[in-house]
T-cell receptor, first 116, second 112 residues
Framework: NAGVTQTPKFQVLKTGQSMTLQCAQD?????MSWYRQDPGMGLRLIHY???????DQGEVPNGYNVSRSTTEDFPLRLLSAAPSQTSVYFC???????????????FGPGTRLTVL | LAKTTQPISMDSYEGQEVNITCSHN???????ITWYQQFPSQGPRFIIQ???TKVTNEVASLFIPADRKSSTLSLPRVSLSDTAVYYC?????????????FGAGTRLTVKP
């Protein structure tokens, strides 16, 4: 299994440009999520999905859109990039038991995004 | 949301045992405690998870006292490759992973 894959690894955008960060997993996980990590800080949740067709906002959703048309893929779209979105973006996936179980997420390698 | 508090940084030497404590005073009945490890330029990696008492796997041990208001990650005989940031998360998956927060973590530096 490839696990969680993310593309691209690096990206430079100009302010106002749009782009999509790709995330795919081959573990048949129901739950997928996107985080951003700024220098010296922990990860902050942007959006998450508990299954195809279902998405919800996390802690810092503004400026980002997501969709989940398949179990495997969970792309993150930046609608109009801003310098404040310069960060490292991580995608993660896990099983979704629905009750009484803790979380074990598998993370991708990350996408380093710079917005000029 | 259960808030967690960890030391910002710790130093150790190769071969020593390292204990990192996490405080979570408002932990809820259904909350689990999960620890992740993150190396530079990589995504976090699951280390260990527990609910109460002691959990041990091939990498670490997790000690949770009866009141569950804190937990201690124990890394036996650390090596240079254990230098990383360690995150403690508390939450109930039934309420979604958005219920769990990554704090700033503990930056562990292992010296030769």
């Amino acid at each position: 299994n490839a696990g969680v894959t993310q593309t691209p690894k690096f990206q430079v955008l100009k302010t106002g440009q749009s782009m999509t960060l790709q995330c795919a997993q081959d573990m048949n996980h129901e739950y997928m999520s996107w985080y951003r990590q700024d220098p010296g800080m922990g990860l902050r949740l942007i959006h998450y999905s508990v299954g195809a067709g279902i998405t919800d906002q996390g802690e810092v959703p503004n400026g980002y859109n997501v969709s989940r048309s398949t179990t495997e893929d969970f792309p993150l779209r930046l609608l109009s990039a801003a310098p404040s979105q310069t960060s490292v973006y991580f995608c993660a996936s896990s099983y979704w038991s629905g009750s009484g179980m803790g979380d074990t997420q598998y993370f991708g390698p990350g996408t380093r995004l710079t917005v000029l | 949301l259960a808030k967690t508090t960890q030391p910002i940084s710790m130093d150790s030497y190769e071969g020593q045992e390292v204990n990192i404590t996490c405080s979570h005073n408002n932990i809820a009945t259904n909350d689990y405690i999960t620890w992740y490890q993150q190396f530079p330029s990589q995504g976090p990696r699951f280390i260990i998870q527990g609910y109460k008492t002691k959990v041990t796997n091939e990498v670490a041990s997790l000690f949770i006292p009866a009141d569950r208001k804190s937990s201690t990650l124990s890394l036996p005989r650390v090596s240079l490759s254990d230098t990383a940031v360690y995150y403690c998360l508390v939450g109930d998956k039934a309420r979604g992973n958005n219920d769990m927060r990554f704090g700033a973590g503990t930056r562990l530096t292992v010296k030769p």
